[in-house]
């Protein structure tokens, strides 16, 4: 099965960026967001990266037309998967908002539509069981800038078929990423790695090792890393961090996952990064 037409449940950061990658390659999508003050959001989102693509002369005029022209909204999600060949659900990394997407979409999507999420840790074959169809849901996990990184973790459930796997890895390439097929277990193996990491930057800073420009300047000049790991939890949000963080140390019921105690604080105070202006960092 070719991947003509495909909805993007969720339009925020991950989900602007998904579905700008797949109109730019040719695939309508169906935008589903739940106000349209946020479809506005991030359909206005989407053409300012297509501008700055413009100017760095990496697409021309034509393609960013051809590319917002091949994006529909919609505020419903059985109306925006009823004829689509894919879903990719992308809204926030909460297990009872996605249990209440995925239950509309498997009653509303045909039946040939494969189910994917671009959940970053929780279980694929525990969302899988929400559905009909379990053999059809899969992960796809991208990440942030989605026009940008390459890497797209390709998860298998427990259920996962072969002939859904290929579908999936295949429409990932016409998408120019590099698919890499992981099997389902807390975090995959992107934030089984990353979220220790940032964690145990951030227990460095909690107990007065160093501060967060200094353990980051070690990272980058000694580790050869492009970004600190403390720059990249307020990029990619602490109470993502967070979050991610708890699904690991549920999952493996192992206290090398717990939370640092400055995590659970800032996020308390609402200090999420980049989107709140301050973090770790401040921001414009």
Request: glycine content about 8%; charged content about 25%; some cysteine.
């Amino acid at each position: 099965m070719d991947v003509k037409k495909v909805a993007v449940i969720g339009g925020g950061t991950m989900g602007n960026g998904i579905a700008h990658v797949f109109a730019m390659n040719d695939i309508s999508v169906n935008l589903i967001e739940t106000k349209q003050e946020f479809a506005d959001k991030a359909v206005a989102t989407i053409e300012k990266n297509l501008d700055r693509m413009v100017k760095k002369e990496k697409i021309n005029e034509a393609k960013k037309s051809s590319t917002m022209d091949g994006i529909s909204v919609f505020l419903d999600v059985e109306e925006g998967v009823k004829d689509v060949d894919l879903v990719v659900e992308a809204v926030p990394e909460n297990f009872d908002i996605k249990k209440s997407v995925w239950e509309k979409v498997d009653k509303a999507a045909p039946d040939h539509a494969i189910l994917g999420s671009n959940t970053s840790s929780i279980s694929i074959t525990k969302l899988a069981a929400l559905t009909s169809r379990p053999e059809k849901f899969i992960g796809m996990h991208f990440f942030n800038p989605v026009p940008v990184m390459k890497l797209v973790e390709i998860v298998r459930g427990l259920q996962t078929d072969d002939e859904t796997y290929e579908i999936v890895k295949e429409a990932s390439e016409k998408l120019n990423k590099v698919p890499v097929p992981v099997n389902d277990a807390p975090g995959f193996v992107s934030n089984r790695v990353l979220m220790p990491m940032i964690n145990e930057a951030i227990f460095c800073v909690g107990e007065g090792v160093a501060t967060a420009e200094h353990v980051d300047e070690v990272m980058k000049l000694g580790m050869a890393h492009p970004m600190g790991p403390l720059r990249l939890a307020d990029f990619i949000g602490l109470d993502v961090c967070l979050d991610i963080l708890n699904v690991l140390y549920e999952g493996f019921k192992d206290p090398k996952y717990r939370p640092a105690p400055l995590l659970v604080k800032m996020v308390d105070a609402g200090k999420l990064g980049n989107k709140t202006g301050e973090g770790f960092y401040t921001y414009d």
